[in-house]
């Protein structure tokens, strides 16, 4: 009795603990900047390449802040900066959510955008957004890290 | 005598899994719209370690198995508290899950409502207090029910309800069988609808109270259980003061026969 109490109790504790210092490394491994890659749209009704048709990017992604911005910077301190080809600027708020695995993003007139993270490490980031813009969908984003050139 | 036992005992099954399904509802709405996670999918958190690994997401992996040794640790502090019940009989060991339970429901909510900064580690671990919360909800509801009642586990009701189906309208023969199977299908039938019930009020309420929610769920629970937890104690109370009153009636009345 009392070694099953020490057992559910220990396992207890080292779950708490462990969780609160697995979340830092997630934290810390979303944060820097990034670019771009590609816009996909997969698991749809219809087939619709969008690589290369900004005009269906736009549609699909209009109710998306940030599909008009092409270079993304995510920073510690929960803030995010977003920069198009022309300089034009926007910052928001991010969170993680879930397992480390949904990025919420909160924008200044508090509308809120949610991404799936699907894959996350040293050079890619892609994401994963559903919509039902023209068709039942999800909206595919790869993002490239951008290195410091030394 | 015994049928009425049987009877009652049926009843207050069928009472304990409607009313924490639909915390388990309630519990697992507010947790998916606040946290992105669902607080007691313990089926769909295994699949998700298999998807992780094959990822080689190693941390998310160990999250999610602390999140399932948490409902695992739940449901053994219930279970273990309801061991003790055999050695140690008083009231608060009988409700001592519900009072963990409601603690958790009402330190989260406050917590979340106040506090929370939306950050990944309060996230998790507020994801982990609900799981432990409904580890211990769905423990207590199996050790008291001898495992019969386990509100959180449709995977299982589910199969249960197309088996039962089968069996009360084509198969089943025996009267005895059958009352089994129309009690058990019953059941089921409400431990589902509970569910989908508190799923409906979480997913609507957590839009406009937001942690606020969670607190419904403990009062929606310590409401209930006052009401089926407390009413023997309850009836047997009205019984002594019936009885004292009555004894008073006897003694008077015996008193005014010696005075004749």
Not at chain 1, 111 to 140: F, P, Q, W
Not at chain 2, 53 to 67: D, E, M, N, Y
Not at chain 2, 185 to 202: E, H, R
Not at chain 2, 211 to 232: H, I, K, M
């Amino acid at each position: 009795m009392l070694r099953y109490f020490l057992f559910i109790a220990v396992l207890g504790t080292l779950s708490f603990v462990g969780i609160h210092q697995v979340s830092l490394h997630s934290n810390e491994s979303i944060q820097g900047d990034w670019e771009e890659l590609s816009w996909n749209y997969i698991k749809s009704d219809k087939k619709i390449r969008i690589e290369d048709d900004a005009v269906i990017k736009y549609e699909l992604a209009s109710h998306l802040v940030v599909h008009q911005f092409e270079h993304w910077r995510i920073l510690s301190n929960n803030r995010m900066e977003f920069k198009d080809s022309k300089g034009l600027k926007h910052s928001c708020s991010w969170y993680l959510k879930g397992r480390g695995n949904i990025l919420e993003l909160v924008h200044p007139n508090n509308t809120k955008e949610t991404y799936t993270i699907k894959n996350i490490n040293d050079s890619i980031l892609e994401m994963h957004v559903e919509t039902a813009v023209h068709a039942r969908g999800v909206l595919k984003i790869v993002l490239l890290r951008k290195h410091e050139e030394v | 005598m015994k049928k009425f036992k049987k009877n009652q005992s049926v009843q207050n099954y069928q009472s304990i899994a409607f009313v924490f399904a639909s915390v388990a509802g309630i519990v697992n709405l507010s947790s998916f719209f606040l946290l992105y996670s669902f607080a007691s999918n313990i089926t769909g958190y295994f699949a998700m370690i298999a998807e992780e690994a094959t990822s080689k997401k190693w941390f998310q992996v160990f999250v999610v198995l602390a999140w399932i040794s948490l409902f695992f640790v739940g449901s053994a502090v219930s279970a273990t508290i309801t061991h003790l019940k055999q050695f140690h009989r008083s009231l608060i060991i009988n409700y001592l899950p519900i009072i963990i339970i409601v603690s958790i429901l009402f330190g989260v909510s406050i917590y979340g409502q106040f506090y929370y900064d939306e950050s990944i580690q309060e996230t998790e671990l507020i994801l982990g207090a609900l799981l432990f919360a409904m580890g211990v909800q769905n423990g207590f509801s199996a050790s008291i029910s001898n495992l019969v009642v386990k509100n959180t586990h449709l995977t299982g009701a589910t199969t249960d309800l197309a088996v039962l189906i089968g069996r009360r309208f084509f198969w089943e023969n025996n009267p005895e069988g059958t009352l089994f199977v129309k009690q058990r299908l019953k059941l089921v039938a409400l431990t589902i609808s509970g569910y989908v019930f508190g799923a409906t009020i979480g997913g609507t309420f957590v839009r406009y109270f937001g942690f606020w929610t969670l607190a419904v769920a403990a009062l929606f629970l310590l409401f209930f259980t006052l009401l089926f937890g407390l009413s023997p104690y309850f009836i047997r109370w009205k019984y002594r003061v019936f009885s004292r009153t009555r004894n008073v009636e006897i003694f008077r009345k015996s008193l005014e026969s010696l005075g004749d």
